[in-house]
């Protein structure tokens, strides 16, 4: 089926990759990753932080399945969503530079949202290289994940636009690419002052 020369089960077929391999990333990296990063840290921090909610609002040093689900729930939705987003614009990004690109703007986006030099978990938890590094390194793998799964499983799979001019196609990748330089840029920005501020 298609509307306005677009094939809607190609589309679904896309969208259905970028999901799953995002809800892995995001489980793998997220949930799987990040719950390692709070064990060691437990560990490397001092006894006082024990009891404190962090900015997440989990107990350190406490483990329910109620809290544990969530995060799974949550990191794993939320990286599928991620995946979709991935095979919205990836064939407008030029090919070299999708994985690389991918993993710097995870590590620069994620660690500006994550890395705050008002939140508990950069005040109390140590060390700080830990605690500030897991927020920049696992979502710099996740996306990276994301990116070589679909581009491993997608190679053959279906088109779902419409053959466009290869200068209009070329002129098109150079503008996306540059504007997830400039994206990437951007965050990069943000994160390097947000560590500046918790160092």
């Known amino acids: 089926m298609r509307v306005r020369g677009v094939d809607l089960r190609a589309a679904a077929w896309w969208a259905g990759l970028g999901a799953l391999a995002g809800a892995f ?3 793998a990296w997220g949930a799987v990753g990040g719950r390692l990063a709070m064990l ?3 560990f490397t921090s001092p006894d006082r932080v024990r009891g404190v909610d962090t900015d997440d609002g989990f107990e350190i040093g406490r ?3 109620g809290g544990t689900l969530n995060l799974a729930l949550g ?3 939320g990286g599928a969503i991620a995946g979709v ?3 919205a614009v990836r064939a407008a990004v030029i090919p070299a530079v999708r994985a690389p690109l991918a993993a710097l703007f995870g590590a620069a986006a994620g660690g500006a949202a ?4 008002d939140g508990i978990d950069q005040r109390i938890l140590e060390p700080r290289w830990l605690t500030v590094g897991a927020f920049i390194v696992l979502p710099a793998a996740a996306t990276l994940t994301i990116v070589l799964i679909v581009e491993r499983l997608g190679g053959g799979g279906p088109g779902v636009r419409p053959p466009a001019p290869p200068r209009a196609a ?3 990748r150079m503008v996306v690419t540059l504007a997830g330089v400039a994206l990437t840029a951007g965050a ?3 994160l390097a002052d947000a560590v500046g501020q918790v160092a």
Do not use: C, D, M, N
């Not at 994550?114 to 030099?117: A, I, M, W």
């Open 114 to 117: 994550f890395v705050s030099p």
């Open 170 to 172: 070329a002129v098109t």
């Open 63 to 65: 483990v329910t399945f």
């Open 85 to 87: 987003l991935y095979v």
């Open 75 to 77: 990191l794993t939705i």
């Open 40 to 42: 060691a840290l437990r």
């Open 25 to 27: 990333a995001g489980f």
């Open 188 to 190: 990069a920005i943000a």
